[in-house]
């Protein structure tokens, strides 16, 4: 017998040793668990072993063992029935990853939810009247106060409010906007695309590095409807440079009557330059300097849940609100709760202290020190090379681009930094760090103080298991 056919017989017989689908489901161990999550959990899970383990012998494995077989087949049941959205230890510095859910919220705001979400609520009920009320006047009132808006509303993301304001007011017509905010904000926000699935059409002006106003001016037409300015809030163009002001755009808007609208992106209701960053837009300045209408987020440097605020024109916000989208837009109650309990932060002026993203702002290298040497004490003892160094967090988010904060943090030196950061991916629950200068830095500013037990647990868990294969 040649060698080719000895193994594709001895393939043959790994073959015919695994289990028949049926043989496997009398199983009285995978039999509790169809009774637990029903049989088409179990099911799916026995042929997904089945089809992996056929995969290993034509690779030239052999069959696996029963109890092995038995392992591989509750580890998919057991993982099948996992949530997948769970909580994620943030060691990476970077406030708000919009990968690992931007803005963590306030106490205050998680137990709005939680009252919002366990009982009935006054969301559209007037209590003082005793009939339908607008689920909108939970932020509005609140948002105008902070801003000194006439009017706002508030929809389900930015993008959203950037989208539903050129649809309400430039469907058909056109938009004027600088060659250099044709911005990309990631995961698709691409402005000129969200110009098109709006119905408006775009007129670009300028160049990538200038645009003058002249540009802006030569390029309104009777088909205008409105200036956009968009804020590019997740990179810099430096060098020669020339942008038209917000409010040379609003006497230009004026004068051939138009409307201007303002995407800025994150909207600090803080002054970020008193944190030692530099000036994020603050969405009342935007309306001082003439904007009808400004749109920004509700879970960057807002620090609340995800949602896209509109402020502005109380004739214009009226319109968006009677507007066929706005019911496609709307906000649910949970989101209406944690964005009133954030907004009152910043009421009492206690924003800086109560909301994460503004504690992480605000925690100084010092601080940060106290918080990492007793953790690289700790990994020490375990075995690690753990060692405080200075580097920099970052802002993150689309917000603040190239600025960095100061921080102390724990640096691991190990054989493969790639593999260690896989590995604490794949604990549980996952931790998030990132790799600078070949060593594991895991930053204080982004670790929430309920996860630093499980940081430190899962840090010395990963170690102790070793490299995997
Ligand atoms: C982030 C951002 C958006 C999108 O906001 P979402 O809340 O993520 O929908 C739009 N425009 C600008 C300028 C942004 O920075």
């Known amino acids: 017998m040649s060698p080719v056919s000895d193994a594709e017989s001895s393939m043959h017989a790994a073959m015919r040793a695994l289990p028949a689908v049926e043989e496997l489901l009398q199983n009285h161990t995978l039999r509790a668990y169809e009774r637990k999550v029903g049989r088409g959990v179990v099911l799916d899970a026995v042929r997904a072993a089945l089809d992996a383990a056929r995969a290993d012998i034509r690779a030239g494995g052999g069959a696996p063992m029963p109890a092995l077989l038995l392992d591989a087949i509750t580890e998919r049941i057991e993982q099948s029935i996992r949530p997948t959205l769970t909580r994620v230890i943030n060691a990476t510095g970077v406030i708000l990853h919009t990968n690992l859910g931007r803005a963590p919220l306030s106490q205050d705001a998680l137990q709005a939810i939680h009252d919002a979400a366990t009982s009935y609520s006054n969301l559209e009920y007037d209590l003082d009247a005793g009939e339908r009320g607008s689920r909108y006047i939970h932020a509005r009132e609140l948002l105008k106060k902070l801003t000194g808006a006439q009017a706002a509303l508030v929809v389900n993301n930015n993008a959203a409010a950037v989208m539903f304001i050129l649809r309400a007011f430039a469907q058909q017509r056109e938009v004027i906007v600088s060659r250099g905010q044709l911005v990309e904000i990631g995961g698709g926000f691409r402005v000129p695309d969200v110009l098109s699935e709006s119905g408006a059409r775009m007129v670009e002006v300028g160049t990538t590095n200038r645009t003058r106003v002249a540009d802006f001016e030569n390029a309104v037409s009777e088909k205008t409807a409105l200036l956009l300015r968009v804020h590019p809030s997740n990179f810099r163009v ?16 004026r004068k051939h009557n138009l409307l201007l609208a303002d995407d800025l992106g994150s909207g600090a209701l803080l002054e970020t330059s008193a944190f030692g960053l530099a000036h994020e837009p603050m ?11 400004v749109a920004f987020s509700g879970d960057k440097l807002l620090g609340g849940p995800q949602c896209g605020i509109i402020i502005g024109k109380a004739e ?14 709307r906000v649910d109650k949970l989101t209406l709760a944690a964005l009133q309990a954030t907004l009152l932060h910043y009421l009492k002026n206690e924003a800086a202290q109560k909301i994460p993203v503004w504690q992480m702002i605000s925690a100084n290298a010092d601080a940060l020190g106290k918080r990492a040497a007793p953790w690289a004490e700790r990994w020490n003892k375990s075995g690690l090379a753990a060692q405080v160094i200075d580097t920099f967090s970052t802002i993150g988010g ?9 921080t102390r943090a724990v640096s691991l030196a190990v054989a493969s930094p790639d593999a260690l950061v896989a590995q604490l991916r794949a604990n549980e629950p996952p931790i ?19 996860d630093e037990g499980a940081l430190l647990e899962g840090i010395e868990r990963v170690w102790r298991m070793g490299p995997r294969a």
Request: net charge negative; charged share 20%.
């Open 238 to 253: 430096v060098g020669f440079t020339e942008e038209v002001t917000l409010a040379e755009m609003s006497a230009l808007a």
């Open 283 to 293: 969405p009342q300045e935007s309306l001082s300097a003439g904007a009808d209408l």
């Open 316 to 329: 214009l916000v009226a319109r968006l609100e009677k507007h066929p989208l706005a019911r496609a837009l």
């Open 398 to 406: 689309g917000s603040l681009p190239g600025e960095t904060l100061p």
């Open 432 to 450: 998030v760090a990132r790799i600078e200068n070949q060593r594991v830095v895991i930053d204080p500013r982004t670790v929430l103080p309920h």
